[in-house]
């Protein structure tokens, strides 16, 4: 009686132990599935220009009596955005002026100053946008005198 008892806790050893197997596999099989999916595959350069926006010259006096005049293009997630901000280029030529005549020269010197330009752009035009999102803002010609 003692062996039967034995062969049968084996027997229920050896089918959870295969049980909690196959359930780990097809939990890990699941995860890397949903891992995959989250992953978004970064736009094309045909799509980063189909989605964005010349901005024309704009000429400003800076702060502390200088001048800058500079250019963008803005990148945004889709073309409906695209078509909000070319709707809203009075208000987005409004903010970028706004924004660079309070500022001085000596901040925009070095990569870091126009690199917290485009930043500080892109959140104040996506404040003002109501479908979709600014992804980007580059400054594609910059002179300060």
Known sequence: ???????RLYTLMI???ATFTIVG????????DIGDKDVEAAPTIDEIIDNSMDMDDITTNLLDEGFIR????IETD?????????KRD???RNIIIQEISEMKAEQFSGKEG???????????????????NVNRVYITSFLLQ
């Open 1 to 7: 009686m003692r062996k039967v008892n034995k062969n």
């Open 15 to 17: 089918i959870m132990l």
């Open 25 to 32: 596999l097809i939990l890990l099989f699941v995860l890397l």
């Open 70 to 73: 500079v250019s963008f293009k």
């Open 78 to 86: 889709s073309k409906g955005s695209k078509k909000e901000l070319q």
């Open 90 to 92: 009075f208000q987005v």
């Open 114 to 132: 126009k690199i917290y330009l485009e930043e500080k752009l892109m959140n104040k035009i996506n404040e003002l946008m109501q479908d979709g």
